[in-house]
Nanobody, 116 residues
Framework: QLQASGGGLVQAGASLNLACVAS?????????MGWYRQAPGMRRELVTT???????YYADSVKGRFTISRNMAATTTYLQMNSLKPEDTGLYYC???????????WGQGTLVTVSS
């Protein structure tokens, strides 16, 4: 089970920190965790991922502004979003891929709205 939180309404240039907590799974059983977002009328897009060994990936649109991290247990991932832009607006979803069954699990979205 994944629980995302931290969304909100902010002005352009502000920061937000999202969190995604994975329950009923050990950190060592998570292959990768990631954040996706979906703007109104748009497809869901990959924002960032972090692998079990700490490797990260960022979409070009967020490089230098967003940072993904995780807790020591590797069951919670955080998305620090700085210098937010109106185009960052969307529903942010977290997911994970399990090493146990190779399935991908999704949490509910948390809404981020950036006003200009």
């Amino acid at each position: 089970q994944l629980q995302a939180s931290g969304g909100g309404l902010v002005q352009a240039g502000a920061s937000l920190n999202l969190a995604c907590v994975a329950s009923k799974i050990r950190g060592s059983d998570i292959d990768v965790m990631g954040w996706y977002r979906q703007a109104p009328g748009m497809r869901r897009e990959l924002v960032t991922t972090i692998t079990i060994d700490g490797g990260t990936y960022y979409a070009d649109s967020v490089k230098g502004r967003f940072t993904i991290s995780r807790n020591m247990a590797a069951t919670t991932t955080y998305l620090q979003m700085n210098s937010l832009k109106p185009e960052d607006t969307g529903l942010y979803y977290c997911n994970l891929r399990s090493r146990l069954d190779s399935r991908t699990y999704w949490g509910q979205g948390t809404l981020v709205t950036v006003s200009s």
